[in-house]
């Protein structure tokens, strides 16, 4: 069964020190993954995605995530958080013809001045 | 939230009644999707369409119902059916075809009394 596993409720970070978000996945085939950001009451921002090529993709408002496929892992990186950063953390998979994406639970990330 | 529009933000009903929540893009995407947001539990999908006049059940299907007339516009129905409506409803909207990111909107919050 195709699943998205974010191990983490919650992340805590000083701000100024990097952060990594964890996500691994379990799918059939060439997986296409991707990072949401979600702010309170909101609805959820595109931050990047891998579709093929760079295992290392970069995306907005500074952060990056690195595609590891003998880990089955996709996880979220920024080299120095922001208090701003502050929020809830999606990673997606799609598959099936790109109309299925399944989501993980969401990983709360804290980052404290 | 880009160019798509969910009314409205907060909605209260009674147990029984059923209620229509709307979505509207202009994004000239021609794939739109409902979730369901609860917490802990990461996003479910409930109804997409790919196309106009065509809808396909997702995860959670049983107790809502949709239509696609228009491009723009994708409104869900939450009927009496539904055991347990109280919940974060997101709409998004995506270009047709496997790797492309979603949109969303701002979130609707259901709540059933």
């Known amino acids: 069964a195709q699943s998205v596993a974010q191990p983490e409720d919650q992340v805590n970070v000083a701000e100024g020190n990097p952060l990594t978000v964890k996500c691994t996945y379990s799918?059939?085939?060439?997986?296409?993954l991707f990072w949401y950001v979600q702010y309170p009451n909101r609805g959820l921002q595109f931050l990047l995605k891998y579709i093929t090529g760079d295992n290392l993709v970069k995306g907005s408002y500074g952060f990056e995530a690195e595609f590891n496929k003998s880990q089955t892992s996709f996880h979220l990186k920024k080299p120095s958080a922001l208090v701003s950063d502050s929020a809830l953390y999606f990673c997606a998979v799609g598959f099936g013809g790109g109309f299925k994406t399944i989501f993980g639970a969401g990983t709360r990330l804290f980052v404290k001045a | 939230d880009g160019g798509i529009t969910q009314s409205p933000k907060y909605l209260f009903r009674k147990e029984g009644q059923n209620v229509t929540l709307s979505c509207e893009q202009n994004l000239n995407h021609d794939a739109m999707y409902w979730y369901r947001q609860d917490p802990g539990q990461g996003l479910r999908l409930i109804y997409y369409s790919q196309i106009v006049n065509d809808f396909q059940k997702g995860d959670i299907a049983e107790g809502y119902s949709v239509s696609r007339e228009k491009k723009e516009s994708f409104p869900l129905t939450v009927t009496s059916a539904q055991k347990n409506p109280t919940a974060f409803y997101l709409c998004a909207s995506s270009i047709k075809g496997q790797g492309y990111e979603q949109y969303f909107g701002p979130g609707t919050r259901l709540t059933v009394t």
């Open positions: 799918v059939s085939g060439n997986p296409y």
